[in-house]
């Protein structure tokens, strides 16, 4: 069942950004992320469901009933800002149950539905810690227990994870998830970081310059994007000037594009889909380079390849997958499989 509808949503900031014709719908107990670069507009979305800013035009309905005219706490709608936005004043306890107390609920309801959440969040032994003494995890937890207290229709979250280290931020992504899942709570998420989201859902609204690129599936995107602009957001690159034998490219255009001017092409892939080897992979598609620089951003080295092709230098980083340590300047071999190279138009 549809709970939430946005129809040609616009909104623009004094003339400089505009949100245009921003459509889409969500089913009760469903998730969706907004994703894209920071300044798409995917935070301004947010403050148009939840009423802290109203649209130029467009509709948005809940449970088939229009909202754009209802004041914030009326909506059902909790949201959870990218810093937490605690009051400082009051102990987590009193945090978690503000909203139940602004329904005037009696004293008995609160004590046992904040002592739920208090459960459900792993966080019974913060019950009276004062705001300033809590981790930023433990904020988080917080936060999202106060937004979940008045039990809402829809629960939006803003960079939710952006302030936690990396550790944290993978089993908080996770919990909550399972969380709002087994309330059966919707949810929208925005994020720059596509792995913010995909815990959560993987239909993905993508966002560029308040304009809606896509909405889609991820595994759909990462299969074929069709703009290059999508590929970028999503990690893929160019191989186009890495790849000498424009034959061995025209083989995995597709029927659609072969009609078009070749420089209006691009051949893209992704990180996660490259092999380096010592020795060419026969059942790859394999590129011939050196190691031009190795760094290290985890575990596995990374490298930096170059290849010279029509008399230009190209780059390319990597993943080193040997067991022994790579050297700059050796001769090693770009290894792909045709199907993990994606052709679209560039333009």
């Not at 209802?70 to 909203?99: C, K, W, Y």
């Not at 629960?155 to 969380?179: G, N, T």
């Not at 050796?330 to 199907?339: A, I, N, S």
Request: negative net charge.
């Amino acid at each position: 069942m549809e709970l939430l509808s946005v129809s040609n949503l616009c909104y623009n900031y004094a003339d400089d950004f505009y949100l245009r014709d921003i459509t889409f719908s969500l089913e009760n107990g469903k998730s969706v992320g907004l994703f894209g670069p920071s300044g798409s507009g995917k935070s301004t979305i947010l403050r148009l469901i939840s009423g802290l800013s109203k649209p130029k035009s467009g509709e948005i309905l809940l449970n088939d009933q229009s909202i754009i005219n209802q004041e914030p706490h009326t909506r059902s709608i909790g949201m959870i800002f990218q810093h937490h936005a605690l009051f400082p004043h009051l102990d987590v306890f009193d945090n978690i149950a503000f909203g139940l107390k602004m329904q005037q609920l009696d004293r008995d309801s609160i004590e046992i539905q904040v002592n739920d959440l208090l459960n459900i969040f792993k966080i019974s032994q913060l019950k009276h810690r004062k705001i300033n003494e809590l981790s930023v995890g433990e904020s988080q937890r917080v936060a999202i227990a106060r937004s979940l207290a008045p039990k809402p229709k829809l629960l939006l979250m803003d960079e939710p994870f952006s302030s936690l280290d990396y550790a944290l931020k993978v089993q908080l992504r996770l919990e909550i998830a399972e969380i709002l899942h087994n309330m059966n709570i919707a949810s929208i998420v925005v994020s720059h970081d596509i792995q913010d989201i995909v815990p959560f859902s993987e239909h993905i609204l993508l966002l560029k310059d308040g304009r809606m690129l896509v909405d889609s599936y991820l595994l759909e995107l990462y299969s074929q994007p069709k703009l290059k602009d999508v590929g970028s957001m999503l990690g893929f690159f160019s191989l186009k000037d890495f790849i000498a034998d424009i034959k061995e490219l025209n083989t995995i255009i597709p029927d659609k594009l072969k009609n078009v001017d070749y420089h209006r092409l691009d051949f893209i892939v992704h990180p996660d889909n490259l092999f380096v080897y010592q020795k060419p992979n026969p059942n790859m598609f394999v590129i011939e380079c050196k190691i031009e620089k190795i760094f290290y951003s985890g575990p596995n080295p990374q490298v930096i390849l170059q290849r010279t092709t029509n008399g230009n230098n190209s780059f390319v980083p990597a993943i080193w997958r040997e067991n022994i340590k790579p050297s700059e300047g050796t001769t090693v071999y770009l290894c792909l499989q045709t199907e993990d190279l994606k052709c679209i138009r560039s333009d």
